[in-house]
């Protein structure tokens, strides 16, 4: 995690040091905190309902014990993938053409960028992978999505474990859902559909901090 030395300063009779703005939009902060004393130091926390989250140990073990299924989210109307390519030669696949990285990605397919959320087709799967046609955060950076015929990506779900340390509670369209950075993939171009939205700047922050953590150390 991110750590940033404050300096103490007086105030009145009390001391005191000043949190940066934007860590306080980050975290939500309101006009109260709460300060709980830990064996470590000192834990500042919004106030209000507050879930503390499992350490990464705990989190695999709840996963490997839920057996999640991935029924939820199946295609719906309007949701922009009827337009896509099927291959009907290969039931469950999708037409694709051998993928070209050193080439521009198709003229006249709406720009992909960053942190958008779009519908995307994830079958077939195999195992324990999130499968069928769900709303998906683009996570590859903007000069890959420009020119290659790949995306990068985390699956959202409307399966909500806040305990999870690999998961982040966001908005999808008016509903609560999650974004599963433990499914991360890279997946073809030809499987996203329509856009349903965008991530804000403190949820695309605090994914980057998920994804560092897992797979960053």
Not at 10 to 19: A, D, F, H, M, Y
């Amino acid at each position: 995690m991110k750590t940033n030395k404050l300096k103490i300063a007086r105030i009145g009779n009390s001391k005191g040091v000043r949190l940066p703005a934007e860590v306080l939009r980050r975290y939500r902060f309101g006009s109260a905190v709460i300060m709980e004393e830990k064996a470590e130091g000192i834990l500042l926390r919004p106030s209000g309902r507050y879930i503390e989250k499992l350490s990464w140990a705990e989190t695999a073990a709840e996963m490997a014990e839920a057996g999640e299924s991935w029924s939820e989210w199946e295609v719906v109307s309007e949701d922009g993938l009827d337009v896509l390519p099927w291959d009907k030669k290969r039931p469950g696949g999708m037409g694709e053409k051998p993928a070209a990285y050193r080439t521009r990605a198709p003229q006249g397919r709406s720009k992909i960028k960053r942190y958008e959320i779009r519908w995307a087709g994830l079958d077939p799967a195999r195992g324990a992978e999130m499968s069928k046609s769900r709303p998906v955060v683009i996570i590859s950076l903007d000069e890959l999505n420009d020119r290659l015929q790949t995306v990068t990506l985390c699956p959202l779900t409307t399966q909500l474990h806040p305990a999870w340390r690999s998961r982040l509670p966001v908005d999808c369209a008016g509903q609560p859902a999650e974004i599963a950075v433990d499914q991360i993939r890279t997946i073809s171009r030809l499987r996203l559909g329509k856009k349903i939205g965008s991530l804000s700047d403190d949820e695309a922050a605090a994914l980057r901090r998920i994804i560092m953590e897992m797979y960053g150390q």
